[in-house]
């Protein structure tokens, strides 16, 4: 099978062109679908055309959005390093993660070891990469088991770990997130964890999944430098 990196003729760098031009052009159409929408609702008034109206403004703004996000996985990154409380930063994540997954992230079982320690992070890209791990545990569990979520500081590391059990083995997790598009299905291309692993890439960490034999677990770990600035104490 021809890898990602052959793309059947297509180097990963304008396939990359390609999937920011594009989704940029449907953003664009999508924009003009929902001004003209907006005129058409202003014109007809309340009633049950303006209501239909206006769901059909929510369907586009939420296609609009999924185009944002496509394209987003594929944006250059350049972290903006600040230091920040750990704890208030998990606590932000918990109430983001609750609010994306709704019922769903009460499966989750948070399992923090901090107390006022602080360190280096973008905070958006760290949100958007734990966020993505939270989302693809869930998605990918099995049955109702609940999906562990652990932050604890290990020599001069901040690990993030996700865990959950898997009644069967789970091989080439070690390969996870190394391609974009190995994958695809209904409202995902294969992108979560590939994005995942460039933002860890630009934050100098580590991303480490694998599967543990004896305890009959998946594990995913991004793993964070607490000092990454060259002027950190």
Do not use: C
Not at 24 to 49: F, K, S
Not at 67 to 89: C, D, N, T, W
Not at 196 to 212: E, F, H, K, M, Q
């Amino acid at each position: 099978m021809m890898s990602l990196q052959d793309g059947a003729g297509i180097p990963l760098p304008r396939l990359v062109n390609f999937v920011r031009q594009v989704t940029h052009d449907v953003r664009n159409g999508l924009n003009a679908i929902d001004l003209q929408t907006a005129l058409i609702a202003e014109i007809a008034g309340e009633g049950e055309i303006g209501e239909e109206l206006g769901k059909l403004r929510k369907m586009v703004a939420h296609v609009t959005g999924d185009m944002q996000q496509l394209s987003g996985h594929f944006a250059e990154l350049r972290p903006l390093l600040m230091q920040y409380p750990v704890q208030e930063f998990l606590q932000g994540l918990k109430e983001s993660v609750e609010e994306e997954l709704g019922t769903q992230a009460k499966r989750i079982v948070w399992e923090i070891r901090f107390e006022d320690e602080e360190m280096d992070m973008d905070y958006t890209l760290l949100t958007a990469a734990l966020t993505e791990l939270a989302r693809n545990a869930i998605y990918f569990r099995e049955g109702d088991q609940a999906i562990h979520f652990n932050a604890w500081d290990e020599d001069g590391n901040v690990v993030f770990e996700v865990r959950q059990s898997r009644s069967q083995p789970v091989t080439g997790a070690d390969q996870w997130g190394r391609e974009p598009l190995v994958s695809s299905r209904r409202g995902g291309y294969g992108l979560g964890l590939y994005y995942v692993r460039r933002i860890t890439d630009s934050l100098g960490g580590a991303l480490d999944a694998g599967y543990d034999a004896k305890a009959g677990e998946l594990r995913v770990r991004l793993i964070l430098p607490i000092n990454k600035r060259p002027d950190s104490p």
